[in-house]
């Protein structure tokens, strides 16, 4: 598999959002004061469920050889948009990618560990860009390799999910909107993408 990792988007309701459906706007609100988040990781193998279920490979980060602006733990469960680079600076494809992100667990699979997983948007002219089986972006195997990831903003819970294709539905329209975002000329989307795309140190 591409990646050889996870859905990038959790088809249960993880236990920090088991909560009314009443309360989603407090939901972003409380989420979006803990926003950026800034990760330097590298990229380990998953379950391979992404790219062999859905169609949408997803790197997964590693939380042993992760530095993170926050508690690794506290890091709140959702779907977010935000930036990628895979490698070191000036090595191929070492690019700044979009990125529509999963932090959370998937209990659908009987997952207990909570993963972070980013899928990576190539750019719309990139032939790699529609070439998974339900049209979305593949890239080459990153194993292994260094990971630099801002988590910039939230698009939603966790939801639950009646079977693969409403799920998949899901997840493009994620996508869409992360690519929508990731086009944004305010401050905070300029200020995360150069960080990701140098090598500066996470501050704490």
Avoid at 47 to 58: A, M, N, Q, V, W
Avoid at 83 to 91: C, H, T
Avoid at 98 to 125: D, F, R, V, W
Wanted: glycine share 8%.
């Amino acid at each position: 598999h591409e990646f050889g990792q996870d859905v990038i988007i959790q088809d249960s309701i993880s236990q920090r959002e088991n909560m009314s459906a009443s309360e989603p706007s407090n939901e972003k609100q409380d989420v979006t004061t803990l926003l950026p988040i800034r990760m330097i990781s590298k990229v380990v193998k998953g379950y391979g469920r992404g790219s062999s279920d859905l169609g949408i490979p997803t790197a997964n980060l590693s939380r042993e050889d992760g530095a993170f602006s926050m508690s690794f733990d506290a890091l709140p469960c959702g779907i977010y948009w935000g930036f990628a680079r895979i490698g070191v600076s000036g090595s191929n494809d070492s690019r700044v990618y979009k990125a529509a992100i999963s932090i959370g667990y998937n209990p659908y699979y009987g997952n207990e560990s909570k993963t972070i997983e980013p899928h990576l948007i190539a750019p719309p002219q990139d032939e790699r860009r529609r070439a998974s089986s339900c049209g979305e972006t593949v890239l080459r195997d990153f194993y292994d390799e260094p990971i630099r990831l801002s988590v910039v903003g939230y698009l939603r819970p966790e939801l639950p999910f009646e079977g693969l294709e409403k799920l998949i539905d899901a997840i493009k329209n994620d996508i869409q909107q992360s690519e929508k975002l990731g086009d944004g000329t305010d401050d905070p989307t300029v200020r995360e993408k150069e960080w990701v795309d140098s090598d500066d140190i996470i501050s704490k």
